[in-house]
């Protein structure tokens, strides 16, 4: 059974174009791809959702190729306050029914 | 103000010692989640409710119970067969359950579970 997967970590500076990948191999036909951020000792938080080519909201952007095997979370002009721990969910069938898999998430260092 | 709420946020427990951790909602959400966080690692689904009086085993359901008699709350219960129980338990919610696709969760702020 094919896994989301994200890189482990990445770092960045401040006023750059962060890109975070997530690849999703298995994704289900009517799934849709969901971001969110998570500060330490916090709940994730809800930053983004797409289903395929790009959406675009206030504070990221998402790109979906037409086979929709990953997604690509756009941070523009990261500041410090970005350090945070980056997740991509999108629902992956298994044999008892489409499940929600979290992705091991990627941790972002925005440095000054 | 609407939201998603657990407590405690903090709980210690000594070993053998069955625990029960609170989730309340009040957006209206038909569906409520339970996930595992271990230091530096990804969340993991524990139990899933898509509809009152009906939930379904996540991924690492052995040690855990839960229950969903209402529609606002969906705790959840640490057994002493859990044997690695010390984790942030996180529990979240989302408008409806449609199968397989990624409906937005709202997640609550954690609590954070030390066995002694």
């Known amino acids: 059974l094919a896994k989301t997967t994200q890189p482990i970590s990445m770092d960045s500076y401040e006023g750059q174009e962060v890109n975070i990948t997530c690849s999703h191999n298995?994704?289900?036909?009517?799934?849709?791809i969901t971001w969110y951020q998570q500060f330490p000792s916090q709940g994730p938080r809800f930053i983004i959702q797409g289903y395929k080519t790009k959406v675009t909201n206030e504070v990221a952007s998402l790109f979906i190729p037409a086979d929709r095997k990953s997604s690509t979370l756009s941070l523009p002009r990261v500041s410090l306050s970005d350090t945070a721990v980056y997740y991509c969910?999108?629902?992956?069938?298994?044999?008892?029914?489409?499940?929600?898999?979290f992705g091991g998430g990627t941790r972002l260092m925005v440095k000054p | 103000d609407g939201g998603i709420t657990q407590s405690p946020k903090y709980l210690f427990r000594k070993e053998g010692q069955n625990v029960t951790l609170s989730c309340e909602q009040n957006?209206?959400?038909?569906?409520m989640y339970w996930y595992r966080q271990d230091p530096g690692q990804g969340l993991r689904l524990i139990y899933y409710?898509?509809?009152?009086?009906?939930?379904q085993k996540g991924d690492i359901a052995e040690g855990y119970s839960v229950s969903r008699e209402k529609k606002e709350s969906f705790p959840l219960t640490v057994t002493s067969a859990q044997k690695n129980p010390t984790a942030f338990y996180l529990c979240a919610s989302s408008i409806v359950w449609t199968s397989g696709s990624s409906d937005t969760q709202y997640f609550g702020p954690g609590t954070r579970l030390t066995v002694l």
């Open positions: 298995n994704i289900a036909t009517n799934d849709y």
């Open positions: 969910l999108v629902g992956e069938p298994d044999n008892a029914g489409n499940m929600l898999t």
């Open positions: 957006l209206n959400h038909d569906a």
């Open positions: 409710s898509q509809i009152v009086n009906d939930f």
